[in-house]
DNA sequence: ATTACAGTGTGGTTAGACCACAGTGGTAAG
DNA sequence: CTTACCACTGTGGTCTAACCACACTGTAAT
């Protein structure tokens, strides 16, 4: 075994006996190489990947940004390997959006209605009317499906929900050039995500996934991303 | 920026610009930390990120095992992050298996008949029936159940489903030590199997997906982890 | 032809140094 | 007394230079 997997499991027992929680502090680098008896490359290599997993946090000088600590952002992390693999042709884009359909047509159909989330995204739908570029439009966009995705209430899915619109955000973004009138795309994507709240807040679970399903596979379809149709 | 992020962005463009392809060699850390100007402490960094990615291989000596080489492995890598995270109580067991079972149903709903994944499921019942240990068994049953998804032929999918399952492999580990009748357990599962994978081959796909998922709702209820009902 | 072995290049690991950064606390100027 | 300055401290970030174990390769001795 490798030394900074033995860093590594360390850590992991730390966190799984609870010693070490969320937004709880690491020893110093140079503290956790002493005490477990390793170099300082081999701990940092393993706070490296804890970051790449979106499991700690690393900042530089004193006070409440320093040091390592715990989060927990599993999204942005399963966001990054997806774009890798991406990149390495294994993941085809046509697989992710056909995954994205399945996830938030789920999280559509048993989204809770009165969380928080679903003010927030009412919030965004607003927000997306008044958007003055695309980017801005864009970002409001992903927060959008995000609250919704997290109206569900489970954790797991909104967080792989996330990753997926992640990894292939950049794609997204290049598609929009694209498209022969964004103005119109625009429009259609806001009255679309209008009718999604509504049927979410009406309690028409069924409704709300089918709607979603269709915003989603219309933009890329739209943009030119091939997508399988859903087996009904 | 940190060095290392730089180095990552590099091996990224490789990949996307396809000069560096699935089953590739990556220059030698010394060679790339001279071509990019950093040291090969960097270089060593953003190795050590892909490989938790499931990236690269890294490996020492000569010969075909030796070097760090492109490879495509989401699922083990997906899963290392997500049982990291459940160490940190930030995903439930109880959310996991839930996408497990969206997952997995869907994948059994779709399954294509008569692609070579159906038949190795075949093979992997049939060993199971021989199973001595119960190791053994869940090591089969893992495969059963990556092959089923695999017959959907989305690879987000599979290996999503994948990282899941691995997430909590030890988890599902100890609970068959809770179990009252291992014998009794493992007949009923093993018959479970076998009428999945016949709804599957009668292209009875809502039969196969509800078969799956009360499959695996049913073997985690028994053993005593919680699992919120799907909408129907 | 076979065997033994030095050579070569790979990742793995270490020690030690220096840097930028951001608070802390003392100190000198007002 | 207040204020402004600044050295101090501890954090992660980076670099250099060395050595190790490994696995193959070519060569030389048998």
Chains 1, 2 share one sequence.
Do not use: C
């Amino acid at each position: 075994m490798r030394t900074h997997e033995l860093v590594l499991q360390w850590i992991e027992k730390q966190l799984s006996d609870g010693d070490l929680a969320l937004g709880g502090r690491l020893p110093g680098e140079r503290a956790m190489a002493e005490q477990l008896q390793v170099s300082r490359t081999s701990v940092r290599e393993a706070v490296r990947i804890l970051e790449a997993m979106g499991v700690v946090r690393a900042g530089v000088g004193s006070g409440k940004d320093a040091g390592t600590v715990v989060i927990a952002e599993p999204g942005s992390a399963l966001g990054s390997t997806l774009r890798l693999h991406v990149a390495t042709r294994h993941l085809p884009v046509a697989d992710i959006v056909e995954t994205r359909v399945l996830l938030e047509s789920w999280a559509a159909e048993r989204a809770k209605v009165g969380v928080p989330e679903l003010e927030e995204a009412a919030e965004l739908l607003d927000q997306m009317d008044a958007a003055a570029d695309i980017d801005t439009f864009l970002a409001l966009d992903a927060r959008f499906h995000v609250a919704l995705a997290q109206a569900a209430g489970n954790t797991v899915v909104s967080a792989m929900m996330a990753s997926l619109r992640g990894a292939i955000e950049n794609y997204a973004g290049e598609l929009t050039g694209n498209l022969p009138d964004w103005n119109a795309t625009s429009t259609r994507l806001r009255a679309e995500h209008r009718a999604i709240l509504a049927a979410v807040n009406s309690n028409d679970g069924a409704e709300a996934a089918e709607l979603v399903a269709a915003h989603i596979q219309g933009f890329y379809t739209e943009a030119g991303v091939g997508s399988n149709p859903p087996p009904n």
